[in-house]
């Protein structure tokens, strides 16, 4: 269905349900500030173009899109693709690349392939996601350093041997300002977990630098005065030689936005017990991609922490993201000023630690113990992103998706989860939905709905640890998942073993025959224990309440322990 959910959901909209999304909505545009300015100038242009991005992408994905909670944005995943961009093409360029890659997007959502999209082996999504994180990291020390290198090569390996022959320049006041960023960013979690490090980091060494006068290098100091509105709309140059050599980069724009909207909207799917209308994301996310640089904006896609911070600030309809939109564009009407007294070394310390969420150290880890034909691709993508060139990354890891995808089809062929995953729509009849089950205080549920569970079981796990502590009681229901592989076993123990390390109770709802048995085959069973296995979503929540010492409403028969008699 292409139909925005900000119109399906406008009629269950409440008073109550309101001043949750705006409270969420004005959290997130907070949280979303430092990011946008710092995004955009690790992508080789103003500050002001990554807040532009946020404004005006943030409010079209979240009018236009089909998921409830989706935050849209510029994101990490971009820098890499749209610095190349810019330094061989010119703004223009990015301006025609990025409004091509907006009509790709839209192509796709239109021709129904969002629902294909979400089939895109985690181990390419991986290695994609950390040469990025790489990538990223490596561009930052000329200003975590303050080095003062003016012009940084390319080249991976050229830029770290440029970096070590200028080691003896660093600045003392820039090293000082990033390290303590970066330390306050590591503690300030254990202080708050509602108000982002990253807001106080920049308020900290902005006032810091300002009032002792440090020689230090600020936005203002690089950029010169940034502008505190938004430029009238105008049109690139259009030139047909350059849209014939911008087809590929668009193109890479084009399928990462994709893969990153979805993926988002998939793990926010998880924590609110919904379903995305992926086609009509694509579209939203097009047309955001479309709209976004005509007003000077950089690309656009769907931004997982903002989004998981989004729901976990209470917002349940897209009026959160549209009010995430309007606070930053304020922000930037009555404060953008201020953005020129910000240090590029506190800024290049948020990179740092966005770049360290998007490494999925664990996930990579975790990957190297999966079947050789994982690794192989993971590898291959990774090294590729790194030394080489994340456009032939791309083309390279959506060949190798394609032939690890028919891999693992032809070992495990499951035709009612494809065919439930193709039709691309929220069941509202479902009876068995979350919506309609009281959830005790300290119990959260994660309901797993498609293929990309377990790579967004690890995203969801990271992002918790990023905006609020963990719950006392998780409920994971499996009711939708009937087989996992050696991939999805590997992902799910670090999973239960992070839970235990946080002092989070797992509770397995819905389990189907064969995901049982390859946790008894893998061990699994023992970590996570029979008796916090069961066959359905209020025997799970009993248990819960069993745990919590709250009355039990009294559960049906379960049927686990049945089901692991007839499979021995």
Do not use: C
């Amino acid at each position: 269905m292409l139909k925005p959910k900000f119109f399906t959901t406008l009629k269950t909209v409440t008073k109550e349900s309101l001043l949750k999304d705006v409270s969420a909505g004005f959290i997130v545009g907070i949280v979303a500030l430092p990011l946008a300015i710092a995004f955009g100038i690790a992508s080789g242009v103003t500050p002001d173009r990554g807040i532009i991005t946020a404004i005006i992408g943030g409010f079209i994905v979240s009018l236009f899109g089909g998921s409830r909670v989706q935050i849209g944005g510029p994101t990490g995943a971009f820098i890499i693709i749209v610095y190349g961009i810019v330094n061989q093409y010119g703004i223009n360029g990015l301006m025609i690349s990025t409004i091509m890659a907006g009509i790709i997007l839209m192509i796709m959502g239109f021709a129904r392939f969002g629902s294909i999209i979400k089939f895109i082996p985690y181990p390419v999504v991986v290695g994609f996601t950390s040469g990025i994180a790489v990538v990223i990291f490596t561009s930052q020390i000329n200003d975590l350093l303050g080095l003062n290198i003016q012009k940084v090569p390319a080249d991976f390996i050229e830029k770290w041997r440029v970096y070590f022959s200028n080691l003896s320049h660093f600045n003392y006041w820039a090293l000082i300002i990033g390290a303590g960023s970066l330390l306050i960013m590591g503690l300030w979690h254990k202080v708050s977990r509602k108000i982002p490090g990253s807001i106080i980091v920049i308020i900290l060494s902005t006032a810091i630098v300002s009032i002792f006068n440090l020689n230090v290098e600020t936005i203002g100091s690089r950029f010169g005065e940034i502008p505190n509105t938004i430029p009238m709309p105008s049109l690139p140059q259009f030139d047909f030689a350059l849209i014939k050599s911008l087809i590929t980069p668009a193109t890479t724009i084009a399928i990462l936005a994709a893969i990153e909207a979805l993926l988002s909207a998939v793990v926010s799917d998880g924590m609110i017990g919904g379903r995305h209308r992926s086609n009509m994301e694509l579209v939203a996310q097009g047309a955001a991609n479309i709209i976004s640089p005509l007003f000077g904006g950089i690309p656009v896609t769907g931004a997982i922490a903002r989004t998981a911070t989004n729901v976990k600030n209470g917002g349940r309809t897209p009026i959160a993201g549209v009010v995430h939109a309007i606070v930053l564009l304020l922000i930037l009407l009555f404060f953008g000023k201020l953005a020129n007294l910000i240090p590029m070394a506190s800024l290049a310390a948020i990179l740092v630690v966005v770049s360290y969420n998007m490494s999925e150290w664990r996930s990579f880890k975790n990957l190297l113990s999966s079947p050789k034909s994982d690794v192989i691709v993971l590898l291959t993508t990774f090294f590729l992103t790194v030394i080489f060139d994340l456009t032939i990354a791309i083309q390279v890891g959506m060949v190798l998706a394609v032939l690890l995808f028919m891999r693992r089809m032809s070992e495990v062929t499951n035709v009612g989860i494809i065919t439930r995953e193709l039709k691309d729509e929220e069941d509202t009849n479902d009876p068995n939905s979350i919506t309609t089950r009281e959830i005790p205080e300290g119990v959260e549920v994660f309901e797993i709905n498609g293929p990309f569970f377990f790579g967004a079981a690890s995203k969801f796990k990271d992002a918790m640890r990023e905006v609020e502590k963990p719950p006392k009681i998780r409920i994971v229901r499996m009711r939708n998942v009937n087989v996992i592989d050696a991939t999805g076993l590997h992902t799910f123990k670090e999973f239960l073993d992070e839970s235990r390390k946080d002092g989070t109770h797992i509770i397995l709802s819905g389990v189907h025959a064969q995901p049982i048995f390859a946790f008894e085959q893998s061990g699994l069973v023992k970590l996570i224990g029979d008796e916090n296995m069961f066959g359905n979503i209020d025997d799970a929540l009993d248990k819960a309440r069993e745990i919590l010492n709250l009355p039990i409403k009294g559960r049906p028969e379960e049927f686990i322990p049945s089901v692991k008699r007839e499979l021995k």
